[in-house]
């Protein structure tokens, strides 16, 4: 295995949630958390994180048989944009969709909740990311039920939650069996650095843009939005699309961490580029021979190439 996919691996498995474990994040999960990682060194392994990710985002495109889902959740000021922002700085835009989901329309709240998220799932070849995600309908929506109300389902509330931990579960098999591999991630940004970046934003006047109110009225749930998120990550962390949970109080550590997690998914899948069918081949040595001939090529350098292995 290349060292650098070694020391992925070895970084990312103490944030695992291990499929069927019950989880504390106040006990579990160091916010903090930062491994063995000097924060000098930090830099140069996302350099490396980045330049895997490029090549394997050529040929998952190239391959175009599986299409990969980045979940991103986070509460707020966790990093989730900045993020996606460094981790995704060296790959093709072409072939990457980032949605960031906010409160649902009209239209949205007329269809089952997983209906938005479905319409946005990447492509085959493609990546996708999540800036928030479906996981906001046991979150949001468990802290603050009143939403509960504006999509008028039909049937009692009785054992929703329990529910949708099911349906959630249900539809990510069906799209890992499709050829969707879905990465979850959610930063763990503790109480007191959240509060650091608040003020951060109000105090600086380029920041001010990420600044709402509601962000501290949020705040004042703190607890509620946690037991949510150890119940969630307890009832959704499967064989088949397991949590990580990024320690998130430190940016550098995360953004590394976050690459990691995605690179060792690609590398699970492992796409390879589609070598070319007998027919095809002969085509393209015809094309270059009379491409060379144009150029003044020799014709032996022309049959030594047609003789390498195609990559």
């Known amino acids: 295995m290349?060292?650098?996919?070694?020391?992925?691996?070895?970084?990312?498995?103490?944030?695992?949630?291990?499929?069927?474990s019950t989880v504390r994040?106040?006990?579990?999960?160091?916010?903090?958390?930062?491994?063995?990682?000097?924060?000098?060194?930090?830099f140069d392994l996302l350099a490396d994180g980045i330049d895997l990710l490029a090549e394997y985002q050529d040929r998952l495109a190239a391959q175009d048989t599986y299409g990969v889902l980045l979940v991103l959740q986070g509460?707020?000021?966790?990093?989730?944009?900045?993020?996606?922002?460094?981790?995704?700085s060296g790959v093709n835009p072409q072939g990457v969709e980032v949605r960031a989901f906010k409160q649902p329309s009209a239209e949205e709240l007329d269809h089952d909740f997983l209906w938005r998220y479905q319409r946005a799932l990447p492509g085959r070849g493609r990546i996708g990311i999540f800036n928030r995600s479906y996981y906001e309908e046991v979150l949001v929506v468990r802290v603050h039920p009143a939403l509960l109300a504006a999509e008028r389902m039909p049937s009692a509330r009785k054992k929703i939650w329990e529910r949708r931990y099911r349906e959630i579960n249900d539809w990510e098999r069906y799209l890992a069996d499709n050829g969707i591999h879905i990465?979850?991630?959610?930063?763990?940004?503790?109480?007191?650095?959240?509060?650091?970046r608040f003020l951060k934003r109000i105090d600086h006047p380029d920041k001010n843009w990420k600044f709402s109110p509601s962000?501290?009225?949020?705040?004042?749930?703190?607890g509620e939005y946690r037991?949510?998120?150890?119940?969630?990550?307890?009832?959704?962390?499967?064989?088949?699309?397991?949590?990580?949970v990024v320690p998130a109080d430190h940016k550098w550590f995360s953004r590394l961490a976050t690459a990691a997690i995605l690179v060792r998914a690609l590398h699970a899948i492992d796409p390879k580029y589609p070598a070319?069918?007998?027919?095809?081949?002969?085509?393209?040595?015809?094309?270059?021979?009379?491409?060379?001939?144009?150029?003044?090529?020799?014709q032996a350098d022309a049959e030594q190439a047609g003789h390498a292995t195609p990559r």
């Open 2 to 20: 290349d060292k650098r996919l070694r020391f992925m691996t070895d970084l990312i498995e103490p944030l695992m949630v291990p499929p069927g």
């Open 276 to 298: 070319a069918d007998p027919a095809t081949r002969g085509q393209m040595m015809q094309a270059r021979a009379e491409l060379a001939g144009e150029l003044g090529i020799e």
């Open 215 to 222: 962000d501290v009225r949020e705040r004042r749930h703190w």
């Open 227 to 244: 037991q949510a998120l150890d119940i969630m990550l307890s009832q959704t962390s499967t064989k088949w699309a397991p949590w990580y």
């Open 75 to 88: 509460l707020d000021a966790s990093g989730k944009d900045s993020t996606i922002k460094h981790v995704m």
């Open 183 to 196: 990465v979850k991630v959610t930063l763990n940004v503790s109480r007191r650095e959240q509060a650091k």
């Open 25 to 42: 994040l106040s006990r579990d999960h160091d916010p903090a958390y930062t491994g063995q990682v000097p924060r000098q060194q930090a």
